[in-house]
């Protein structure tokens, strides 16, 4: 894991977000996503600078919509964000659950 990945993943596990289970490097169809939020349908992916070209946006974008359309919530975050302001990271994780729980 990347730093980013690590230090978001010490805020998912062991359902210390909003008592959530996580999982991370969970597979769905070809894609094996970042963490995923079972219960949730929420796929968060961490972008680090391997995405900051033409090419990984496109690829990212197909991504995206495959796991939307097979129904899933998808949250893409930049590792600079995970480093420089995790509580608002974590705050949009929180604010994209289900409220009818």
């Known amino acids: 894991m990347t730093y980013s990945e690590a230090r978001l993943w010490s805020c998912l596990k062991r359902k210390q977000l909003d008592g959530r289970r996580s999982r991370r ?27 900051d070209n033409y090419t990984s946006e496109m690829d990212d974008m197909e991504r995206d919509n495959y796991l939307k359309q097979q129904g899933f919530k998808v949250l893409r975050f930049d590792a600079i964000d995970i480093k420089d302001n995790l509580d608002a990271v974590k705050q949009e994780i929180i604010e994209s659950f289900d409220i009818s729980d």
């Open 25 to 51: 490097q969970h597979s769905i169809g070809y894609y094996i996503v970042d963490f995923f939020c079972y219960s949730e349908n929420l796929i968060i992916e961490v972008d680090g600078t391997s995405h």
